[in-house]
């Protein structure tokens, strides 16, 4: 699976892994339920699944949900992105700038034998 999904999308699965029917992810949208299902039928499409609840199921194998909260702002957030096909976002790209200058190790001077 390749695709790239979009925010409302994972939230869509992340609602469903919870046991959210499309009635309550709509009210909790205040979306009518039509618009839920246009979203989830995409989703399926993008997933190459048959249900819902298939669409969970491949997006836990692909990493895309692991049941985790998700993480902004720093290396963990930024490698969620990049797990999940996104493009990272400006936040977590400087967290992941801030985590790279804090790995990297200051050179020691040469300490030759007396």
């Not at 992340?14 to 029917?21: D, H, N, P, V």
């Not at 499409?45 to 998700?70: F, S, Y």
Request: hydrophobic share 30%.
């Amino acid at each position: 699976m390749s695709a790239t999904l979009h925010e409302r999308e994972i939230e869509f699965l992340e609602r469903l892994g919870r046991g959210e029917t499309g009635g309550e992810i709509a009210a909790a949208w205040h979306m009518e339920l039509s618009s839920v299902r246009t979203v989830a039928e995409r989703l399926r499409r993008k997933l190459g699944a048959r249900t819902n609840e298939h669409a969970v199921l491949l997006a836990c194998q692909a990493g895309i949900l692991d049941g985790r909260p998700r993480r902004h702002g720093d290396h963990a957030g930024y490698e969620a992105h990049r797990k999940r096909g996104e493009t990272p976002c400006d936040h977590c790209r400087e967290g992941e700038r801030a985590h790279r200058r804090a790995m990297k190790v200051p050179a020691q001077p040469n300490q030759e034998a007396a």
